[in-house]
């Protein structure tokens, strides 16, 4: 059976709830196709909720950091909700927690983009 | 000169799987394309094989040659259309009266195809018979006709399915060798609390970094170092996979485990790949490699365990991590 991502939008913010099979193996170069999908049609605030996401890999971790830089150079933002402790951890490992904005409360979430559009 | 199909070239690749072209005669398509030949009332039938550029005869009674040109082909016609497809006097039909078949020896005059279907549903070529006076078919030599084109198409499938069992009998040769091979290959497994060689399949990693965890919880390790060697694990048997079997099924990836009496856990995953340079790796962490998209499962492995040995040109890495003192 085909894996779907399910996503939403607050407002110009898209949400897409990340489910964990997409995270195994290769399984991001789905997710990696959808953002790019998004982005070619001009959604640029995305918001990754991870809640889901038990154990995400290095490939995992590939795609979230390669996209994230993308949309930060359309003037976009990549940005995690409700990541687990160890997804963390490995996002820790590679250097990416400082950059990559993460939040456990969605409002708070969808708030911090328009935070980033006044500026 | 006949048209070609716009979906010629998987229909070119369906004709591949049959590995019937330049075969030698075999009595089951002779008889029939014989048969075809006695119910038809024609002096010549064919069991005709449409190639790129050429038109092979598997059976051909009556006409000595073994393939033509596809240029001077009526069966290259008759697979373009469903159902039998009947010239009743090439001389009078614009697009044969100049065939070199036709205006001249061995002068065909009639010709009535009925296409051979894969089971893809590609029209491989024809049961035909040609006769070298303009006529037609009675409706029973029609029917007869394609009754005898299924019969065509049951040898070719029986033939097909014959190839696929023999390659997977094959495979399943090849990959019980390299199993044998690779067990080999890591003679210390005597002391293995864990030794599983998997098919290169991402599906068999959890079940392995199941089993990893299961060992270490049983001997007492503290959940987030049993999590750094499950993610170790899972690095290392996904990269045998990806590179080492280039995702390939058939081939396989040795695990094993041992916990010493140190309390020192050691992981071997071992792949059949070429190997590589684990000392090339780039630095994810600096600057230009930090948002790349690959190129840290090493960088995990080396960070989450102890010690990281790269072994046999890099086909075989060995991971140690200590159990941690009870606090």
């Given at each position: 059976?085909?894996?779907?991502?399910?996503?939403?939008s607050i407002g110009d913010v898209v949400?897409?709830?990340?489910?964990?099979?997409?995270?195994?193996?290769?399984?991001?170069?789905?997710?990696?196709?959808?953002?790019?999908?998004?982005?070619?049609?001009g959604h640029l605030k995305?918001?990754?909720?991870?809640?889901?996401?038990?154990?995400?890999?290095?490939?995992?971790?590939?795609?979230?950091?390669?996209?994230?830089?993308?949309?930060?150079?359309?003037?976009?933002?990549?940005?995690?909700?409700?990541?687990?402790?160890?997804?963390?951890?490995?996002?820790?490992?590679?250097?990416?927690?400082?950059?990559?904005?993460?939040?456990?409360?969605?409002?708070?979430?969808v708030?911090?983009f328009q935070?980033?559009a006044?500026? | 000169?006949?048209?070609?199909?716009?979906?010629?070239?998987?229909?070119?690749?369906?004709?591949?799987?049959?590995?019937?072209?330049?075969?030698?005669?075999?009595?089951?398509?002779?008889?029939?394309?014989?048969?075809?030949?006695?119910?038809?009332?024609?002096?010549?039938?064919?069991?005709?094989?449409?190639?790129?550029?050429?038109?092979?005869?598997?059976?051909?009674?009556?006409?000595?040659?073994?393939?033509?040109?596809?240029?001077?082909?009526?069966?290259?016609?008759?697979?373009?259309?469903?159902?039998?497809?009947?010239?009743?006097?090439?001389?009078?039909?614009?697009?044969?009266?100049?065939?070199?078949?036709?205006?001249?020896?061995?002068?065909?005059?009639?010709?009535?195809?009925?296409?051979?279907?894969?089971?893809?549903?590609?029209?491989?070529?024809?049961?035909?018979?040609?006769?070298?006076?303009?006529?037609?078919?009675?409706?029973?030599?029609?029917?007869?006709?394609?009754?005898?084109?299924?019969?065509?198409?049951?040898?070719?499938?029986?033939?097909?399915?014959?190839?696929?069992?023999?390659?997977?009998?094959?495979?399943?040769?090849?990959?019980?060798?390299?199993?044998?091979?690779?067990?080999?290959?890591?003679?210390?497994?005597?002391?293995?609390?864990?030794?599983?060689?998997?098919?290169?399949?991402?599906?068999?990693?959890?079940?392995?970094?199941?089993?990893?965890?299961?060992?270490?919880?049983?001997?007492?390790?503290?959940?987030?170092?049993?999590?750094?060697?499950?993610?170790?694990?899972?690095?290392?048997?996904?990269?045998?996979?990806?590179?080492?079997?280039?995702?390939?099924?058939?081939?396989?990836?040795?695990?094993?485990?041992?916990?010493?009496?140190?309390?020192?856990?050691?992981?071997?995953?071992?792949?059949?790949?070429?190997?590589?340079?684990?000392?090339?790796?780039?630095?994810?962490?600096?600057?230009?490699?930090?948002?790349?998209?690959?190129?840290?499962?090493?960088?995990?492995?080396?960070?989450?365990?102890?010690?990281?040995?790269?072994?046999?040109?890099?086909?075989?890495?060995?991971?140690?991590?200590?159990?941690?003192?009870?606090?």
């Amino acid at each position: 059976m085909a894996i779907s991502i399910p996503e939403r939008s607050i407002g110009d913010v898209v949400i897409l709830e990340v489910p964990p099979q997409v995270m195994f193996y290769e399984g991001a170069a789905l997710l990696r196709a959808r953002i790019t999908e998004l982005v070619g049609t001009g959604h640029l605030k995305l918001l990754l909720d991870l809640h889901h996401v038990t154990h995400l890999d290095s490939f995992g971790v590939g795609v979230i950091a390669s996209k994230y830089v993308s949309l930060r150079g359309r003037g976009g933002h990549l940005k995690l909700l409700r990541p687990s402790p160890r997804s963390l951890h490995v996002l820790s490992i590679a250097r990416l927690t400082d950059i990559l904005e993460s939040f456990d409360d969605e409002d708070e979430a969808v708030r911090s983009f328009q935070s980033n559009a006044r500026i | 000169m006949a048209t070609v199909s716009h979906d010629e070239s998987s229909r070119l690749a369906a004709l591949r799987q049959y590995r019937i072209l330049d075969t030698e005669p075999e009595v089951a398509f002779d008889d029939l394309a014989l048969l075809a030949s006695h119910i038809c009332e024609t002096p010549i039938a064919l069991i005709s094989l449409v190639d790129a550029d050429r038109q092979w005869f598997k059976a051909h009674p009556g006409i000595a040659v073994t393939q033509t040109s596809r240029a001077v082909s009526f069966c290259s016609h008759a697979i373009e259309h469903s159902g039998l497809f009947i010239v009743p006097d090439a001389r009078e039909d614009e697009r044969f009266r100049d065939n070199p078949f036709v205006a001249g020896g061995p002068f065909f005059r009639f010709y009535a195809g009925a296409p051979l279907l894969a089971r893809e549903g590609e029209a491989l070529g024809t049961l035909c018979v040609i006769d070298r006076v303009p006529r037609n078919l009675t409706q029973g030599q029609r029917e007869a006709l394609d009754a005898l084109r299924r019969q065509v198409e049951g040898q070719l499938e029986l033939r097909r399915n014959l190839h696929e069992l023999r390659d997977a009998l094959a495979a399943r040769d090849r990959a019980e060798a390299d199993v044998a091979t690779l067990s080999g290959l890591i003679p210390f497994c005597s002391t293995c609390q864990m030794d599983l060689t998997i098919p290169a399949d991402p599906s068999a990693i959890p079940r392995i970094a199941e089993g990893v965890t299961a060992v270490l919880r049983e001997k007492g390790w503290q959940d987030t170092e049993v999590i750094a060697v499950e993610l170790s694990v899972q690095e290392a048997i996904a990269n045998a996979i990806r590179h080492g079997c280039q995702n390939d099924a058939t081939k396989h990836v040795q695990c094993c485990l041992m916990v010493e009496s140190s309390g020192e856990v050691v992981i071997v995953v071992r792949d059949p790949g070429t190997g590589f340079d684990a000392s090339a790796v780039p630095n994810p962490l600096n600057s230009e490699n930090l948002f790349k998209s690959s190129g840290r499962g090493v960088f995990l492995i080396n960070t989450l365990m102890d010690r990281v040995d790269f072994v046999d040109g890099g086909r075989e890495v060995q991971m140690r991590k200590k159990k941690a003192a009870a606090s």
